[in-house]
């Protein structure tokens, strides 16, 4: 039974007049760039996440510079972040003229912790990128009351629940991406900054806008990031359905769980009381590579990610070279995603799980 990694159309199929709909009101409305749809699906998505403030960019890149710039971070500081997460999350922090400093993880979890970000910690701190990794959801809270402000890398964690409030509302400041295969996707680039302060949301239109309050002066070099008409009409009707979706991946991951996924591979451990919408579902093995090639021989869908994490990057090695990151370094060898998606089924996760169970484990 052929089984894909993730499937972004299928979910939208019960959408697709309401997606057509979206897209005529746009055209009709001929407004393209910041318009209404933008203004309603902030407001919308802010109400989501539980904070007063979202403010649409052009993606969750740009979203993470921008959101950065708003803090004040620039030339001469040092954001904290880990190495094991998409390229992006460090790739923005020199477009301020920081510096980003690398930490480790939770093997179990992906996130970065407390205990890790402490390590990374100087007095050229100025902030702390957390990100929630494959719908995980990092300690923000305890991470913050190490005295530094955190902004959320919410990019895979839309939908996700932790008994302290969603991603996106535990932090100072936190950032989405809306690339299309995300739990929340539009049909192209976007991306989000939200934040409960009124000031902050401030300093990311201003710079959202090219450093502009009114379009006539230009206080500061900011940049041209906004999320369009389209893609904000086109996100609108996804998020009432968002909810729904999130509980359908915890309930894949959970599926996993029962069919005894854990006992020929390391499964991700949701972080303490989140109920993470996964966005990937990563397991470990000292087999990942027989593994992937046992699964694709059965056409299901499979990929190692950041085998080659952030810290040694060619792009990155000012900033990475001499570093120690064990946690990250294995999770880097021994990782691989299984299929995940809100469509999953528990047939198809019996498939996954048969074929786990037939490539041997190594002995320690
Ligand atoms: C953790 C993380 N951060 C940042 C990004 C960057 O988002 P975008 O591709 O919208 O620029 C992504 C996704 O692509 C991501 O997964």
């Known amino acids: 039974m052929g089984v894909p990694l993730f499937e972004t159309s299928r979910p939208l199929e019960p959408l697709r007049d309401e997606l057509r ?16 749809e933008v203004s309603a699906f902030e407001q919308e998505f802010a109400d989501y996440c539980g ?7 052009a993606n969750g890149t740009e979203a993470i510079t921008v959101a950065l710039r708003a803090l004040g971070v620039g030339p001469g500081d040092e954001v904290v ?14 477009a301020t003229g920081a510096r980003p400093v690398f930490c480790d993880i939770d093997p179990d979890t992906y996130c970065v912790t407390a205990a890790t970000v402490k390590k990374a910690l100087t007095p050229k701190t100025k902030a702390v990128i957390a990100v929630h990794l494959f719908g ?15 902004l959320e890398d919410a990019a895979q964690a839309a939908g996700s629940t932790s008994p302290a409030g969603r991603p996106g509302s535990l932090g100072t400041i936190a950032t989405f991406s809306f690339f299309p295969s995300k739990n929340l996707g539009a049909f192209g680039d976007g991306g989000a900054i939200t934040t409960r302060d009124a ?6 239109r201003v710079l959202r806008f090219h450093g502009s ?5 230009y ?6 990031s906004r999320l369009d008409e389209l893609q904000a009409a086109i996100l609108r009707v996804q998020l ?29 451990r949701p972080a303490d009381g989140a109920t993470p919408a996964w966005h990937l579902y990563v397991v470990r093995s000292e087999s990942a590579d027989e593994l992937a090639e046992a699964l694709s021989a059965e056409g299901i869908g499979n990929r190692a990610y950041y085998r080659v994490p952030a810290h040694r990057q060619p792009a990155l090695r000012e900033f990475g070279d001499g570093i120690e990151l064990p946690a990250t370094e294995a999770a880097a060898r021994t990782n691989l995603a299984v299929p995940m998606s809100p469509a999953l089924s528990a047939e198809q996760v019996r498939a996954v799980c048969d074929v786990a169970r037939s490539v041997p484990i190594p002995l320690p």
């Open 213 to 217: 309050h009114d379009k006539v002066t």
């Open 21 to 36: 709909a979206a897209v005529t009101r746009v055209l009709d409305s001929e407004q393209y760039i910041l318009g209404p």
């Open 51 to 57: 904070v007063a403030n979202a403010v649409g960019v």
């Open 199 to 204: 000031e902050l949301a401030e300093r990311v």
């Open 81 to 94: 972040v880990p190495s094991f997460t998409f390229y992006a999350s460090a790739e923005a922090i020199p």
């Open 240 to 268: 009432p359905r968002l909810n729904e979706w999130a509980a359908r991946r915890y309930a894949a991951g959970k599926a996993y769980e029962e069919s005894g996924l854990g006992e020929v591979v390391a499964l991700p």
């Open 136 to 150: 995980n959801v990092a300690p923000i809270a305890e991470i913050e009351a190490l005295g530094v402000p955190v």
């Open 219 to 224: 206080e500061e070099i900011g940049y041209n």
